[in-house]
């Protein structure tokens, strides 16, 4: 049966939807600069926690369809809210091998994700039978790491941040009993900021020079969204996401920097130029589906790809401050796909139990290739609730474990250390693992 019945004439928003949708709105763009994890999240403290992303564009259950796919907002009727809070801890920790330069020291830089808050927030209105249209916001795109100041690695990297804030207006067509459309609006405001210790060349003793840049920029992206519905039971959902570019360009802060080097910057003018630190979220396309098998039993799964070979191809740092050619190193990175499979088991009329597991390939080949990018293929394994208090009000509790394995990090410098070069960082990343914690809260008028 679908979850939502057509309604006759035009529903009206209440003034308390409107309220809760400001506040809502205003509390989670105030805690998105502190979310992070992992490069690209199918987590914003939705039931799709639980799910670990599987059936992420056919379930259209609530209103976080706005963001997984904007078609399944012709079955949601009247007015509903989603409101969802999380908390992710990351655990990051880098251990030291035999082929570290010795004089970088012995501090393996501490956790550098550690605890994070983020949530979201959706919103959606049947203007008819037909038509619908929503709004949405939510952080699902980022990292932020920060090591201790003094770990080996400094020279590499010290703290990145690259968040990517989502304001989502949509709307959705029903074209007929089966087919319904649905296109987004992506309006994305990006947060960058990067920071690298500098070795100061031929200044023993001397504490490390920094370079910082940052900055902050829209980007425009549109996402489009196909559900058909093969039968009440059965319902399949194809989205694309397009390309969002932020157009990051920041001229470089120096601090700490000794005479010689100062001086063979400025001689190159790079005190003074911007570098252009453009990122590319990448385009993808994702198809789902969703089978109610009986009144207690649902199947769910999707398969996707992102196009990550286009993410962007710079990271800042000084290679060899004898010879400063360059503030910028290219990386490579390639496309990668993701497969989910997951089920709903209805334990009793109020209580819906939901679990999943998810794989995405690396989109980082051998060796990491940057410190501030402790990520690459991941395993999701989600469990989660759904209380239905009643037919205008339910709430849910998720969890989710996300495995990265072991990451191996291999860097060596162009020049030695004591000459000004970065030294040799090797290591590895253990067991990387993230825990999301979720709630979600979901009203209909």
Known sequence: MRDSQQAAGRPRVSSRARRLAMVASLSVVAIGEATAGGISLYEV????????????????????TVLTNPAGMTRLAGTQVLAAAQLLYGDVDFSRAAGTSPALGSNEG???????????????????????????????????????????????GQEGTLIGLSLLPSIAYRVNDRLSLGATVNAMFGIMKQQVAINNPGAFG????????????????????????????????????????????????????????????????????????????????MASAFHQINDQWAVLGSVGWQQWSK???????????????????????????????????RMSQPWLLNFGIAYDSAFQSGD???????????????????????????????AEYVYGGTLDLQKTGEAPLLLGGRGDVEGAYRNIGLLFMAANFNWKF
Request: zero cysteines.
């Open 206 to 285: 001397r504490p490390d020079g920094r370079l910082e840049v940052s900055d902050r920029e829209w980007g425009w992206g549109l996402n489009l969204g196909l559900l058909y519905e093969v039968d009440p039971a059965t319902r399949l959902g194809l989205t694309w996401n397009s390309q969002v570019k932020l157009d990051f360009s920041a001229r470089p802060d120096f601090s700490g920097l000794s005479p010689v080097l100062a001086a063979a910057l400025a001689s190159r003018g790079a005190q003074r130029a911007n570098l252009d630190l453009g990122i590319y979220v990448p385009q993808g396309v």
């Open 368 to 398: 990491i290739q940057s410190p501030l990018l402790p990520a690459n293929s991941a395993w999701r394994f989600g469990v989660g609730v759904q209380n239905e208090v009643d037919r205008s009000f339910n709430w849910g509790l998720s």
């Open 45 to 64: 403290g939705t039931a799709d926690v639980g799910l670990a992303s599987a059936g992420y564009g056919a379930r259209a259950q609530d209103a976080s």
């Open 110 to 156: 501490g956790n550098p994700i550690g605890w994070f808050p983020g949530g979201s927030f959706f919103i959606t209105q049947q203007l008819t039978p037909e038509l619908s249209v929503g709004f949405g916001t939510a952080g699902n795109f980022g990292l932020a790491v920060k090591y201790d100041s003094s770990w080996l690695g400094r020279y590499y």
């Open 311 to 345: 993410f962007g191809k710079v990271d800042i740092g000084i290679s060899d401050t004898r010879n400063p050619a360059s503030l910028t190193t290219d990386l490579d990175f390639k496309d990668t796909w993701h497969v989910a499979l997951g089920g709903q088991y």
